[in-house]
């Protein structure tokens, strides 16, 4: 199981960390990923971090702001989000799979994340 937490209202330019916990999953065996969808508008890959910490960039979403990570000995990954916009009002899901370059077989629900401005 994936359970993600740590979002909230925040204004903008503000920063918020979210949290994914996997549970019943052999943690350092997995890829993680990040996505989100606003409202109105389909799911989009934020970012993915492989088992051995490398970072994967989804095509079409603007990084620079955003960073994933990972503690293996929490069985936790994270999705730091700096200068936060209004447009990044969303609900953020975390999943996992095998590589981050494969779809991913394991999804948690998500956090909502809500931007002022």
């Known amino acids: 199981q994936l359970q993600a937490s740590g979002g909230g209202l925040v204004q903008a330019g503000g920063s918020l960390r979210l949290s994914c916990v996997v549970s019943g999953l052999t943690f350092d065996e997995l890829a993680i990923s990040w996505f989100r969808q606003a409202p109105g508008k389909g799911r989009e890959g934020v970012q993915c971090?492989?088992?051995?910490?490398?970072?994967?960039f989804y095509a079409n979403f603007e990084q620079g702001r955003f960073t994933i990570s990972r503690d293996n000995a929490k069985n936790t990954a994270y999705l730091q989000m700096n200068s936060l916009k209004p447009e990044d009002t969303a609900v953020y899901y975390c999943?996992?799979?095998?590589?981050?370059?494969?779809?991913?077989?394991?999804w948690g629900k998500g956090t909502l994340v809500t931007v002022s401005s």
């Open positions: 999943a996992a799979g095998r590589l981050c370059k494969y779809g991913m077989d394991y």
């Open positions: 971090i492989s088992d051995s910490g490398g970072r994967t």
